[in-house]
């Protein structure tokens, strides 16, 4: 297969932080000091990088901070990795150590010599650490044969359509049932005002939830890899903007359409599959046969020019692909409008 140039590709691989004894203090006191200075107080003793990236962060708040604690942020060049021993052994930089803590990190995937480390979150959940580093490599961007085209939507989060065989898959099954489980839950306990019990279980909901994105993402990555194929994806810039109701919002919301679109870019482009957004504009009310408009009407879309009758985000996914094909070089095929 012919291949075209090398691009940067990213994503985060989490490390959970081992046995800490002396280490705890010192990395707890600068976790906490970096909290306060978000706070305001801008006397407390902090790593001066540390300081400098905690400003970055309230200028990109605009000094809009939420409650809780924020991830503290290290900058590449302050921190190091040894990833010759097992575990790999993190440092750390901390205020008035030189040389900062050394402390055993368990990687959920191995971090290997072509990857370079970039910018990482030291992170706190209850008397755990865990830290959450960048990593970029170069990758050969692969020229595709066959685009692999996704329609984001209610019903389904997720419907694809490949070049190679349009027979549509449908993803989303799993993820309504449990986010219907757990809505129906919640406002069972709103009702007891059982409020300490409705975290508990948001917390529960949220890792089925990334486990069902990691799942779909991944198989969709898959066949990608598979058919020689690039990704399509609508852009959803906007999709929350129009108010359809608060049945309608309730579900939108609930939908995870930006994590998963970011899965899968990810995952996509660490393999150097070619990921491409086209503008989504008209693509479910405009029939992929004939460009006509038609009528959506549930899960149903009907073309009034060509009498032509599909699922709706069928329909949706084909125009997306049809766009798609107009917008990249495939290799094997000119270059066509859709």
Known sequence: MSSSEYVIARKTIKAKILKLNREEELLRCE?????????????????????????????????????????????????????????YILKIPIYGIWGGVSVPIKTHEPITSDMRCKEAKVIRKGNEWFVHICVEKEVRERIPRNVLAIDMGIRWIATTVNSSNPIPKFYGKELRRVKGHFFYLRRNLALKKAYGAIKKIGDKEQRMVNDILHKISREIVDEALETDAMIAMGNLKGIRENDKGKRFNRKLNGFSYYKLGK?????????????????????????????????????????????????????????????????????GAALTQP
Not at 48 to 61: C, M, P
Not at 274 to 303: A, I, M
Not at 304 to 319: R, T
Request: hydrophobic residues 30%; charged residues 30%.
């Open 263 to 331: 899965l899968i870019e990810y995952k996509a482009r660490w393999l150097g599959i070619k990921v491409v957004k086209v503008n989504e504009r008209n693509t479910s009310k405009l029939c992929h046969r004939c460009g006509n408009r038609g009528v959506r009407k549930g899960s149903l879309f009907q073309c009034q020019h060509c009498n032509y009758a599909c699922n709706a985000d069928y329909n949706g996914a084909m125009n997306i692909m049809k766009r798609a094909m107009g917008y990249t070089r495939m290799a």
């Open 31 to 87: 976790y906490e000091n970096f909290q306060r200075y978000l706070r305001g107080e801008k006397t407390v003793p902090l790593y001066a990088a540390t300081k400098q990236q905690a400003d970055r962060l309230l200028k990109k708040l605009n000094g809009k901070l939420k409650k809780g604690e924020y991830p503290q942020i290290l900058r590449n060049d302050t921190y190091r990795i040894e990833i010759e021993q097992s575990p």
